[in-house]
């Protein structure tokens, strides 16, 4: 393959001194990561008096994230950042509070649910298709918009029945500027600075924040009381502590009804921003992508029996994701003195997973920056350390919405590449920022023509 490189994050190439390294932190955390974690295992970078560690190397990432998971809670500026929108929800309570919510959600992420989401799944994303044939084909689309609008109509669908009176424009806007600020309260956290330090963009982050727990709030009243439903909240509000029988809480519910709002929907949108972008750019792909959807469906709309058995277009967004992990760090912080790979690390070090580092790494994959769907290929795939493609995490704390959010990932990308062919709308090659998640920067924008014309 003769294509260019995918564009690829700027990284540090020296280790930064503390103020630089805040400064880019601000600027864009993915600044802050150094270059060498594309090459060493297991890095150790001295800051303020105490060390972080980068961690890279696949045994130790598993020794991290699953083998001695019970030694790491998530780490405190990441908590710092998501806390004050998600509260004590599944992805931010930790122990015997985190375990009890997992139980609780799990039944809604067995595969035969998962399954029965997929007509929901195609059918949000035929709405979508319907939206882009009814505007100009010289109008560029907001990707981003876009497959954000399809990932949030399914996640409400599948996870809240549907309650469509949600501003969906408004919960985009309001996640947007809540994310905004979060490299702010990850610096302050690195700086020790105490709960509550002003700081830029903090009163548009609390309204945003408001917004989107009263949107949720508000939601589960109304669902106390009335019929149960097969849905999530019905899940929840069923939910009682094994030992004191207790229920959940509106606010408890809310916190998770939040994280699964948010979670479940801004990551599989980005993936699936750049899936796009990437067949886009790269021809050959995109018509083995299209080969693959033609040959399954005969043509005729895609239906739910063939999702699963769209091999090649699962392989895409499994390079998408590796490429662009919407993750791109997974923190934790050492609860007790550990060994790490012959390194001695204390208590309270921030211990970091840079997916981004581990997916391109120099020693893991052959020419990482390429993209290359058959990396996906069942034999390629058993011949890798299982713990080299984290897109998820991995361990106890793995995402619970991995396989929802391949599934519903083929469906939107087989109803789509069909009826249209994207281009990018200009020359500018998108850069990488992380707010939490690895968005494009700017926006990206794609024209989209409709394929019989
Ligand atoms: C491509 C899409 C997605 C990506 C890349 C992604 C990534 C991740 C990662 C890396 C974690 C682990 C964080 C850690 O260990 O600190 C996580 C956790 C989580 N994800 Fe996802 N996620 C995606 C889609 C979804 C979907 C569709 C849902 C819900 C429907 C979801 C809900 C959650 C929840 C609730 C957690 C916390 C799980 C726990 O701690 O028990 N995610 N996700």
Redesign the pocket.
């Known amino acids: 393959m003769n294509q260019p490189l995918a564009p690829m994050a700027r990284l540090s190439a020296a280790p930064l001194p503390p103020l630089a390294l805040l400064r880019a932190i601000l600027r864009n955390p993915m600044e802050a990561i150094p270059a060498a974690t594309l090459r060493e295992p297991i890095l150790l970078q001295p800051f303020l008096g105490r060390g972080r560690v980068f961690v890279m190397a696949p045994d130790l990432v598993g020794q991290v994230?699953n083998a001695e998971a019970e030694s790491f809670h998530?780490a405190e500026a990441?908590q710092r950042a998501l806390k004050p929108a998600l509260g004590e929800?599944?992805?931010t309570a930790e122990d015997e509070h985190?375990r009890r919510?997992?139980r609780a959600?799990a039944p809604i992420?067995r595969h035969d649910r998962l399954l029965g989401f997929l007509p929901a799944m195609i059918a949000a994303a035929g709405r979508t298709r319907a939206r882009w044939a009814a505007q100009p084909n010289e109008q560029p689309l907001d990707l981003g918009h876009e497959m954000m609008r399809t990932t949030f109509d399914i996640?409400v669908e599948t996870?809240l029945s549907g309650h469509n009176d949600i501003d969906v424009d408004r919960v985009e806007r309001s996640i947007t500027d809540y994310l905004g600020a979060t490299s702010w309260a990850i610096a302050l956290a690195m700086l020790r600075a105490p709960l509550g330090t002003p700081h830029p963009g903090r009163g548009r982050a609390d309204r945003a924040r408001h917004y989107l727990r009263g949107e949720l709030l508000r939601l589960v009243a109304a669902r106390r009381g009335a019929a149960e439903r097969d849905d999530l909240i019905s899940l929840l509000l069923r939910a009682a502590d094994p030992e004191s029988g207790e229920a959940m809480d509106d606010r408890a519910i809310a916190d998770n009804l939040l994280?699964?709002v948010t979670?479940?929907?801004e990551?599989?949108a980005?993936?699936l921003c750049w899936s796009l972008y990437l067949l886009a750019t790269h021809p050959e792909a995109e018509a083995r992508v299209l080969g693959e959807i033609a040959a399954v469906t005969g043509g005729a709309p895609l239906e739910p029996g063939h999702v699963p058995k769209l091999h090649y277009t699962r392989q895409v967004f499994q390079e998408a994701?590796r490429l662009y992990?919407?993750?791109p760090i997974?923190?934790?912080s050492a609860r007790r003195d550990v060994q790490l790979g012959g390194l001695a690390v204390r208590a309270g070090t921030p211990v970091y997973i840079p997916?981004y580092s581990v997916h391109r790494h120099r020693s893991l994959w052959e020419e990482p920056d390429r993209f290359d769907p058959d990396r996906f290929a069942p034999e390629a795939v058993k011949a890798r350390h299982r713990y080299s493609f984290?897109?998820?995490?991995a361990g106890?704390?793995?995402?619970?919405?991995?396989a929802?959010?391949?599934l519903?990932?083929v469906a939107i990308l087989a109803t789509l590449l069909p009826a249209f062919r994207l281009a990018p709308a200009g020359n500018e090659r998108p850069e990488l920022l992380m707010r939490i998640t690895l968005r494009p920067s700017p926006a990206m924008r794609m024209l989209a023509s409709p394929r019989a014309a």
Do not use: N
């Not at 984290?390 to 995490?393: D, I, K, Q, V």
């Open positions: 994230l998530k990441m929800g599944l992805l985190w919510q997992r959600a992420f996640i996870m994280t699964f979670a479940g929907h990551t599989t980005l993936a994701l992990p919407p993750a997974v923190a934790r997916v984290l897109p998820f995490g106890p704390r793995i995402c619970i919405g991995a929802f959010a391949t519903e990932a």
